[in-house]
Nanobody
Framework: QVQLVESGGGLVQSGGSLRLSCAAS????????MGWYRQAPGKQRELVAQ???????NYADSVKGRFTISRDNAKNTVYLRMNSLKPEDTAVYYC??????????WGQGTQVTVSS
C-alpha cells in the first residue's frame, strides 16, 4: 500500500513563492514518472508538472516558467517550486505516479492559497 504525503502549502501573497514536497512510503519514487496535480474549488483535478525517472520535465502552459518540478532520489521525495504565484494558482495540490493516468490512491494534498 503506497501512502503519498504532500506538504509545504500555505497562504502567500500574489507574486510570492512556495515549495511543495511529496513523500511516499512503500515505493521507491525514482523509478516512476511523478506528477504534481491541483484541484481548485469547483474544477477538475489537472496535471501541472511531471518529471521522469531520468529527470525530463513537462509543464502545463499555465505554469511554464514559474513552476519547477524536481526530485531527490536519495530522499525519495519530489518537489514543486512555485514562483510568481497568482490567485488562480489557488488549489489543493497533490502528487502521484504515472505518465497518462495516476497509479496510486490520492493523498490528502496540500492547500495553496494565493491572495491578491
Amino acid at each position: 500500500q503506497v501512502q503519498l504525503v504532500e506538504s509545504g502549502g500555505g497562504l502567500v501573497q500574489s507574486g510570492g513563492s512556495l515549495r511543495l514536497s511529496c513523500a511516499a512510503s512503500g515505493r521507491i519514487l525514482s523509478i516512476y514518472v511523478m506528477g504534481w496535480y491541483r484541484q481548485a474549488p469547483g474544477k477538475q483535478r489537472e496535471l501541472v508538472a511531471q518529471i521522469s525517472g531520468a529527470g525530463s520535465t513537462n509543464y502545463a502552459d499555465s505554469v511554464k516558467g514559474r513552476f519547477t518540478i524536481s526530485r531527490d532520489n536519495a530522499k525519495n521525495t519530489v518537489y514543486l517550486r512555485m514562483n510568481s504565484l497568482k490567485p488562480e494558482d489557488t488549489a489543493v495540490y497533490y502528487c502521484n505516479a504515472g505518465f497518462k493516468l495516476p497509479l496510486w490512491t490520492w493523498g490528502q494534498g496540500t492547500q495553496v492559497t494565493v491572495s491578491s
